[in-house]
């Protein structure tokens, strides 16, 4: 059974930092693409970054170089770090995992996390 686990989300000012990170078990994590998602009130599940199997990886251009995300295959985790954070950033953010490559596209990520809260104040 596919099982991911959000952590690390909180409440910061604007300009604070704050890591995520995403627990998976019950798949071959190190062949799987990875990748966080966000969702405000406002808008649908919009992606922010993803990272391959190669860690090649992508980013949201409202992120672009305030965040950066990793993955470690041996603890089978997920990380995005994110610094001067904006309280645009605010919102609940998922980890979501597909087999293969990578996608920008909500709808082809197959596993879920639960999500974490990130609020960010002004």
């Known amino acids: 059974q596919v099982q991911l686990v959000e952590s690390g989300g909180g409440s910061v000012q604007t300009g604070g930092s704050l890591r995520l990170s995403c627990a998976a078990s019950?798949?071959?994590?190190?062949?799987?693409?990875m990748a966080w998602f966000r969702q405000t009130p406002d808008n649908e599940r919009e992606p922010v970054a993803y990272?391959?199997?190669?860690?090649?990886?992508r980013y949201a251009d409202s992120v672009k170089g305030r965040f950066a995300i990793s993955r470690d295959d041996a603890k089978r985790s997920l990380y995005l770090e994110m610094n001067s954070l904006k309280p645009e950033d605010t919102g609940i953010y998922y980890c979501?995992?597909?087999?293969?490559?990578?996608?920008?596209?909500?709808?082809?990520?197959?596993?879920w996390g639960r999500g974490t809260q990130v609020t960010v104040s002004s």
């Open positions: 979501a995992t597909r087999s293969g490559s990578c996608a920008w596209v909500r709808q082809w990520y197959t596993y």
């Open positions: 019950g798949y071959s994590y190190s062949t799987y693409c």
């Open positions: 990272i391959t199997t190669n860690t090649v990886t």
